[in-house]
């Protein structure tokens, strides 16, 4: 069974750092593009982050250049996401999803995680 699952999440006051994890079983990542979605209450699911299967290519939104990191570890079938500063605006429930291409838009991808809450509050 093809599955992905989240981790890393919680609740963590503003300024703080969370790393989320993207576990991959029943597959190997090693030719998958990756991305990070987020999908806060009341409010449509964006595109975060995304890697290509050689990790060479990476991409963000706006909103989290030059605070988030993506990166993976094909040897641990695992694709990680580092939020650093974090904002209140940040907080969602957040998802990975694999893909052949390494892309923003949601529909490209074909599996998906159940998603990880990030709080982000004092």
């Known amino acids: 069974q093809l599955q992905l699952v989240e981790s890393g999440g919680g609740l963590v006051q503003p300024g703080g750092s969370l790393r989320l994890s993207c576990a991959a079983s029943?597959?190997?990542?090693?030719?998958?593009?990756i991305g990070w979605f987020r999908q806060a209450p009341g409010k449509e699911r964006e595109g975060v982050s995304c890697?290509?299967?050689?990790?060479?290519?990476?991409n963000y939104a706006g909103s989290v250049k030059g605070r988030f990191t993506i990166s993976r570890d094909n040897a641990k079938n695992t694709v990680y996401l580092q939020m650093n500063s974090l904002k209140p605006e940040d907080t969602a429930i957040y998802y990975c999803?694999?893909?052949?291409?390494?892309?923003?838009?949601?529909?490209?991808?074909?599996?998906w995680g159940q998603g990880t809450q990030v709080t982000v509050s004092s």
């Open positions: 999803a694999a893909g052949r291409i390494a892309s923003m838009v949601a529909v490209r991808y074909d599996y």
């Open positions: 890697i290509s299967s050689s990790g060479g290519i990476t």
């Open positions: 029943g597959f190997t990542l090693d030719y998958y593009a």
